[in-house]
Each structure stands twice: as C-alpha cells, then as structure tokens.
C-alpha cells in the first residue's frame, strides 16, 4: 500500500518561512514526477512546484524565486521550502506523486496540510 505522508505546515506571518515534506512510503514501486499543489478556501487546486525524476523543475509564476522544490537522494521524499511567505499563500497544500507499480503508473496525493500567514 503505498502512501503519502506530509508535514510541516502551520501558521506564520508574512515574511516568514515554512519547509513542507512529502514522503512515500510502502513497496515494490518506483516514483517518477512528484509535485506540490495547493488549494485556497472557493478556488481550484493549483500546482505549485513540480519536480521530474530527473530534478528538472518548474514553479508557478506566484512563487517563483520565494519557493523551492527538491527530492533527496532516494527520491522517495519531496520537500518544499517556502520563503517571503504572503497572506495570499494561504491554502491548503497537497503533495502529488507519479508512481509506477508493476509497470502502470498511478497518481496518488497526499491527505494536505494546512498553510497560514497572516498579515
């Protein structure tokens, strides 16, 4: 059974800074594309910050230059650390994981965790 755990989330004031991680665990898979999307109270899920099994990145234009976006060595676990935070960073955020099971590959998404800054 494989799963996403995140953490890291809280609440912050603008300016500050917060590092979320996404690990997968479970077996017998490997995990191309990971990414990180968030969801602010009425309006749609958006990608963040993806990053290919390969490292190669990409950001929405919102966090460009304050986000970023790395796996480590094992690739099993993505990380998202989050400067000069803004009131409208505010949202849920989800991880997403490609995974490949027995040759298919699966989308799966972390349960969310919850991102605060206030003004």
């Known amino acids: 059974q494989v799963q996403l755990v995140e953490s890291g989330g809280g609440l912050v004031q603008a300016g500050g800074s917060l590092r979320l991680s996404c690990a997968v665990s479970?077996?017998?898979?490997?995990?191309?594309?990971m990414g990180w999307y968030r969801q602010a109270p009425g309006k749609q899920r958006e990608l963040v910050a993806h990053?290919?099994?390969?490292?190669?990145?990409n950001y929405a234009d919102s966090v460009k230059g304050r986000f970023t976006i790395s796996r480590d060595n094992a690739k099993t676990t993505v990380y998202l650390q989050m400067n000069s935070l803004k009131p409208e960073d505010t949202a849920v955020y989800y991880c997403?994981?490609?995974?490949?099971?027995?040759?298919?590959?699966?989308?799966?998404w972390g349960q969310g965790t919850q991102v605060t800054v206030s003004s």
């Open positions: 479970g077996s017998a898979f490997s995990i191309n594309a």
């Open positions: 990053i290919t099994s390969s490292s190669r990145t």
């Open positions: 997403n994981a490609d995974i490949i099971i027995s040759r298919r590959e699966y989308d799966y």
